[in-house]
């Protein structure tokens, strides 16, 4: 069965910092890749998703996302955090074939950016 | 572009009374659409979806239902509200196309108390 697991709950970074969350995935073969971000009492706002091709995604907001087969990652970065970047940040896959359109999140993690 | 329009923001029900979240879409037709629960300090869920008018699948055993009654409208429903029913309820849209993503609204807030 398809997983995802983002190992930090929270992640504390100094605006202006660069930033690395990670997501790990458990599926039989490659999935699409998603990072979605949630401000508070908000929906969630896709920033970028991998379906093929070039393993570097470029997203929303000057994120970027690699997708690394051999570690089974899909860690989301930003060289340079702004204060406006703090939110909660879900990672998810999505099967391809027979479970299309149903996707699996991580738990997410939230980011705090201090001034 | 789609739109997804979702009501009420914010619901604060007692335990026992019956809920109704509605989920309308704009701008396509004949989308995929999803219920996602998402509990406090907790991922999302998937609760139900849906391929088409009437026709709804259920993720998760649970006293809610849902309900699709037109080709752009997705209801979730229940009976008898408990108090683990409380959580953000966010309604999702997916085209048919294999390579579009998952789409939010911008979610319910449920309060059973």
């Known amino acids: 069965a398809q997983s995802v697991t983002q190992p930090d709950i929270h992640i504390t970074v100094s605006e202006g910092a660069s930033l690395e969350l990670r997501c790990n995935y458990s599926y039989g073969a490659t999935p699409y890749l998603f990072w979605y971000v949630q401000s508070p009492g908000q929906g969630l706002q896709l920033l970028l998703k991998?379906?093929?091709?070039?393993?570097l995604v470029q997203g929303i907001k000057g994120f970027e996302a690699e997708f690394k087969r051999s570690q089974s990652s899909f860690n989301l970065r930003k060289p340079s955090v702004h204060w406006s970047d703090a939110a909660e940040y879900f990672c998810?896959?999505?099967?391809?074939?027979?479970?299309?359109?149903?996707?699996?999140f991580g738990r997410g993690t939230q980011l705090t950016v201090w001034p | 572009s789609q739109t997804i329009h979702q009501w009420p923001a914010t619901l604060v029900q007692p335990v026992g009374s019956p809920l109704s979240l509605e989920c309308t879409v704009e701008g396509t037709s004949n989308p995929n659409l999803y219920w996602y629960r998402q509990a406090a300090g907790r991922g999302l869920q998937l609760l139900f979806y849906?391929?088409?008018?009437?026709?709804i699948s259920s993720e998760v055993p649970q006293n809610l239902s849902a309900s699709r009654p037109q080709d752009r409208q997705f209801i979730l429903s229940s009976k008898k509200l408990l108090l683990s029913d409380s959580g953000f309820y966010l309604c999702a849209l997916k085209l048919t196309d294999r390579e579009d993503p998952l789409h939010f609204g911008n979610g319910t807030r449920l309060t059973v108390t």
């Open positions: 991998y379906f093929s091709g070039d393993t």
């Open positions: 998810a896959v999505e099967g391809r074939g027979s479970t299309l359109g149903r996707l699996y």
């Open positions: 849906s391929v088409g008018i009437g026709q």
